[in-house]
T-cell receptor
């Protein structure tokens, strides 16, 4: 069964460093998302991406964040200058987007630890 | 902004018991999704609800989309130890499809 994959599973970085989190969405899906989950809290929306552009972003998704779909399979989240409060699980999700298909499928996540 | 309130926050039950949890919102959602999350993993989709009043089952799980479109509940029948985890409701918002998540219900099952 097709699934969303994410790499790395765990990333440790120093404050101020840039990190890139990578995702491979399900191959025929059209909509892509990033969410984050701070330990013990709920999942929060960061950004949605469709047709090679951002379609919506949250207040969390400030100028330090960017997303890219560099080729036909990868979807990346970049944080330019990490802060301590960026420590969280980051989940990628994808959605088919055809007809009534609103179901989003999540990857296993990348645990980002900023020290 | 839109918020979803889940209750109860946590449950500790005996294996074999039925479980019910719900999710309410001050806003209308057109789609409700229920997810289960195991520690250190991503949310796994359990059930999707598309129409007000809709009742949908997936094995021992049953979920309903409230008539007002502002609430949903999830029932688990005859719980087993592998049902342990955090259950999240999520409402589908707007054209871009961002999900608004509830804060989760933590379920523990005693064998």
């Amino acid at each position: 069964e097709p699934e969303v994959t994410q790499t790395p599973s765990h990333q440790v970085t120093q404050m101020g460093q840039e990190v890139i989190l990578r995702c491979v969405p399900i191959s025929n899906h059209l909509y892509f998302y990033w969410y984050r989950q701070i330990l013990g809290q709920k999942v929060e929306f960061l950004v949605s991406f469709y047709n090679n552009e951002i379609s919506e972003k949250s207040e969390i998704f400030d100028d330090q964040f960017s997303v890219e779909r560099p080729d036909g399979s990868n979807f990346t989240l970049k944080i330019r200058s990490t802060k301590l409060e960026d420590s969280a699980m980051y989940f990628c999700a994808s959605r088919l987007g055809v007809g009534q298909s609103y179901e989003q499928y999540f990857g296993p996540g990348t645990r980002l630890t900023v020290t | 902004g839109q918020q979803l309130n889940q209750s109860p926050q946590s449950m500790f039950i005996q294996e074999g018991e039925d479980v019910s949890m719900n999710c309410t919102s001050s806003s209308i959602f057109n789609t409700w999704l229920w997810y289960k999350q195991d520690p250190g993993e991503g949310p796994v989709l359990l059930i999707a609800l598309y129409k007000a009043g809709e009742l949908t089952s997936n094995g021992r799980l049953t979920a309903q989309f409230g008539i007002t479109r502002k609430d949903s509940f999830l029932n688990i029948s005859a719980s087993i130890p592998s049902d342990v985890g955090i259950y999240f409701c999520a409402g589908f918002s707007g054209n871009t499809g961002k999900l608004i998540f509830g804060q989760g219900t933590t379920l523990q099952v005693k064998p």
